[in-house]
T-cell receptor, first 115, second 112 residues
Framework: AQSVTQLDSHVSVSEGTPVLLRCNYS??????LFWYVQHPNKGLQLLLK??????LVKGINGFEAEFKKSETSFHLTKPSAHMSDAAEYFC?????????????FGKGTTLSVSS | DGGITQSPKYLFRKEGQNVTLSCEQN?????MYWYRQDPGQGLRLIYY???????QKGDIAEGYSVSREKKESFPLTVTSAQKNPTAFYLC???????????FGSGTRLTVV
C-alpha cells in the first residue's frame, strides 16, 4: 500500500526566508504526487503535481518541489516566505485502489510566518 | 465558473439525528469523493464514486452513507451510528485520469 509521511507537523519561518516542507512517500508503483494548501476553514487548493514528467515541478505562488526517487522524497520549497503563505500544507500520493483511484494524504504541516 | 459547491458551510446536529451534506459539481468530472478532516489527522477517505450509481467505501465508511444518482451530485449522510461526527467534511471531484482533485470549501459539522 502507498503512504506518505510529512516529517514536520509545524514549521516556523520569518518573512523573506526560505521555506522547506518535507515529505517522504512509499509506493509500489510509479506514483503521482501532489502538494495542496489549505487556509483556515477553507477547501484545499492544488499547489503543484508530479506525474512522471520533469522531476522539478513548479507550482503556484512561487512554490516548487523536486521528485527524488532514490530518496523517495517530494519536498516543497519556496525561496522567500510571505505572510500569506501561512497555512496548512498536505503532501499527497495517488493510489490505484481496487475499483479506481484515490488520493492518500499526509497528516499535514502547519506553516507559520512571522514578520 | 466551474467548481464544487458544498452546503451548508456550518451545520449543527443533535445527537441521534441523521444529517445530509450536499456536494454539487459542474466540472463534468466522473469521480467524486468525501473526506473527513480532524486536527492532526490529515484527510481520511469516507466514500468515493467513479461513475453514476456506483460508489465504494473508503477507510472510514462506518456510520456514513452516500448516493450517486446524478453525475453532478454526491450527497453524504452522517447517520446516528457515527460515534464522533463532529469534523470538517470536504467533497472533491476529479477527471477519470488522476491529475489532482478539485475541492469544495467544506462543511463544518458540530454535534450538540
Amino acid at each position: 500500500a502507498q503512504s506518505v509521511t510529512q516529517l514536520d507537523s509545524h514549521v516556523s519561518v520569518s518573512e523573506g526566508t526560505p521555506v522547506l516542507l518535507r515529505c517522504n512517500y512509499s509506493s509500489s508503483y510509479s506514483p503521482s504526487l501532489f502538494w495542496y494548501v489549505q487556509h483556515p476553514n477553507k477547501g484545499l487548493q492544488l499547489l503543484l503535481k508530479y506525474t512522471s514528467a520533469a522531476t522539478l515541478v513548479k507550482g503556484i505562488n512561487g512554490f516548487e518541489a523536486e521528485f527524488k526517487k532514490s530518496e523517495t522524497s517530494f519536498h516543497l520549497t519556496k525561496p522567500s516566505a510571505h505572510m500569506s503563505d501561512a497555512a496548512e500544507y498536505f503532501c499527497v500520493v495517488s493510489e490505484l485502489a481496487q475499483a479506481g483511484t484515490a488520493l492518500i494524504f499526509g497528516k499535514g504541516t502547519t506553516l507559520s510566518v512571522s514578520s | 465558473d466551474g467548481g464544487i459547491t458544498q452546503s451548508p458551510k456550518y451545520l449543527f446536529r443533535k445527537e441521534g439525528q441523521n444529517v445530509t451534506l450536499s456536494c454539487e459539481q459542474n466540472l463534468n468530472h466522473d469521480a467524486m469523493y468525501w473526506y473527513r478532516q480532524d486536527p492532526g489527522q490529515g484527510l481520511r477517505l469516507i466514500y468515493y464514486s467513479q461513475i453514476v450509481n456506483d460508489f465504494q467505501k473508503g477507510d472510514i465508511a462506518e456510520g456514513y452513507s452516500v448516493s450517486r444518482e446524478k453525475k453532478e451530485s454526491f450527497p453524504l449522510t452522517v447517520t446516528s451510528a457515527q460515534k464522533n461526527p463532529t469534523a470538517f467534511y470536504l467533497c472533491a471531484s476529479s477527471d477519470r485520469e488522476i491529475y489532482g482533485y478539485t475541492f469544495g470549501s467544506g462543511t463544518r459539522l458540530t454535534v450538540v
